[in-house]
């Protein structure tokens, strides 16, 4: 078992930004970890993982939240309102990972999805709301 330790992640900016998310908790079935950069907890983004072990097979899920905040107007009556989030944009992936699978077939599920993700195709669709066609 490998010890919580901060993740060092890069942002999607054209010079890409190393972000570091430090640990907040870690149970036997979950690790959470935030970006603490901003100071209001309220929007902090934040990276979980969870590895459940089940009978047949490991459940590997991963999530990434993006709290966007709400911008404070020019017209806020002489005083500061609370820190709001306006939306949030949220990342998923979940591997089923039978007990039965080799090591060779659990690296090229990883590699096929990361690669997956870096597609040109994911790319559009995220990016700019794009089909494939």
């Known amino acids: ?17 190393a972000k570091t998310f430090t640990p907040m908790d870690c149970t036997s079935a979950l690790a959470t970890w935030s970006d603490r950069t901003s100071g209001i907890a309220l929007g902090m983004p934040q990276v979980t993982l969870s590895l459940l ?7 590997v899920t991963g999530k990434v939240t993006l709290p966007v905040m709400e911008v404070i107007s020019g017209s ?17 992936f979940e591997m089923v990972l039978p007990n039965r699978s080799s090591l060779q077939n659990r690296k090229d599920v990883s590699a096929f999805l990361k690669n997956f993700l870096a597609n040109a195709a994911v790319t559009k669709a995220v ?6 066609y």
């Open 76 to 92: 806020d009556g002489g005083y500061t309102p609370s820190p709001k989030v306006a939306y949030t944009v949220l990342s998923k």
């Open 1 to 17: 078992m490998s010890a919580i330790a901060a993740l060092v992640l890069n942002d999607g900016q054209v010079a890409p930004v």
């Open 53 to 59: 072990t089940g009978k047949e097979s490991v459940k």
């Open 127 to 132: 990016e700019e709301f794009e089909r494939p």
